[in-house]
């Protein structure tokens, strides 16, 4: 038996185009807000400096999308992030490797991460958030206990990705975009995106179709801990150093951004290219809220605010459609 669509192709493409427009004209909004507020918001300057420090968290961001849709999440992001960055650094520092094979390694671990936290999840049946608050504690004590718990300053060694192109903007940012493409199109045009969603729909029902969820699950989580470690080596080559406190809270970041791109906390529906644009509102936010001068307190109580009411419109808009 086939099931029925709750939606028409057209009804969902006017929906989807109707989220991009709505975002697009929040993150108007705030700039022009900002620019109001702050003489010096509205310049090349701020731009090319939001846009370069926004790459690690816009690829991270883009697994986290795939592990929401599926009605998981990961909490250890942060801690990945901190650990790839920190054995890159000692491959290159202290074992005598190349950039490219230090920065392979720190992919490598970030990969293994997701893996190992899918598969237990999968495996035992376990809730991720568990699993993943486990992994999170796990792995930053690694990253303090390879690195000595000090700082590896790296300098321009593994720098490449934060070489300027074109107006400044890195190459860290260029990657993450093209990143952010190739995510939409395999979540949008691919079997395996397909099984994403449906797994974060009716995971029984895909079980039932002939689908087995749990490797695509794991996929997921593999995905999501490489793009962890890939943005880890962004933010080691921005800042020329590799901390081991590095990323600490980065996962609420990474989550708000996904959240108010649209992507429902419930599983199911999400898209790559709104997250892409909530992580521009989180950095035009975080950015003009630095400029007009408001406090670090301030700061923490409004991007609070914005993450609780993008999920209020997402339950709401979550009710509508299941009344529809």
């Not at 028409?8 to 975002?23: A, C, E, M, N, V």
């Not at 990969?111 to 993943?132: D, E």
């Not at 400044?168 to 969603?197: N, P």
């Amino acid at each position: 038996m086939s099931a029925t669509p709750n939606a028409s192709p057209r009804g969902g493409l006017q929906s989807q185009f109707g989220t991009y427009i709505g975002l697009a004209a929040v993150l108007i909004g705030m700039v022009a807000l900002f620019s109001v507020l702050s003489e010096y918001f509205f310049s090349a300057d701020t731009f090319v400096a939001v846009v370069n420090e926004i790459p690690a968290l816009a690829v991270m961001a883009i697994g986290m999308t795939f592990v929401l849709i599926i009605a998981g999440i990961d909490l250890s992001v942060g801690s990945v992030l901190a650990l790839s960055a920190a054995l890159s650094a000692l491959a290159v520092l202290q074992w005598g490797w190349s950039p490219l094979a230090g920065a392979l390694l720190g992919l490598a671990a970030g990969g293994l991460c997701g893996t190992v936290l899918g598969t237990v999840s999968v495996a035992w049946r376990l809730p991720s958030f568990i699993v993943s608050l486990g992994m999170l504690e796990v792995v930053r004590g690694a990253a303090y206990v390879v690195t000595g718990s000090r700082t590896q300053y790296v300098g321009d060694r593994i720098g490449a990705l934060a070489t300027p192109l074109l107006g400044g903007v890195s190459v860290a940012f260029v990657l993450a975009l093209a990143l952010v493409i190739a995510g939409q199109l395999v979540l949008t045009r691919t079997v395996f995106g397909r099984s994403v969603v449906g797994i974060g729909t009716n995971e029984e029902a895909m079980r039932l179709a002939g689908v087995d969820p749990r490797p695509v699950r794991i996929i997921v989580f593999a995905m999501t801990g490489l793009l962890a470690g890939l943005g880890g080596l962004m933010q080691a080559a921005r800042l020329e150093a590799a901390d081991p406190n590095a990323g600490q809270g980065i996962e609420l970041r990474v989550i708000a951004a996904v959240v108010i791109g649209g992507t429902s906390l419930m599983g199911g529906r999400g898209s790559v290219v709104n997250t892409f644009i909530g992580v521009l509102i989180i950095a035009v936010l975080e950015a003009g809220l630095s400029q007009v001068g408001a406090s670090e307190p301030s700061k923490r109580i409004i991007t609070g605010c914005v993450i609780v009411v993008a999920v209020i419109v997402d339950t709401l808009r979550q009710r509508r459609a299941n009344r529809g």
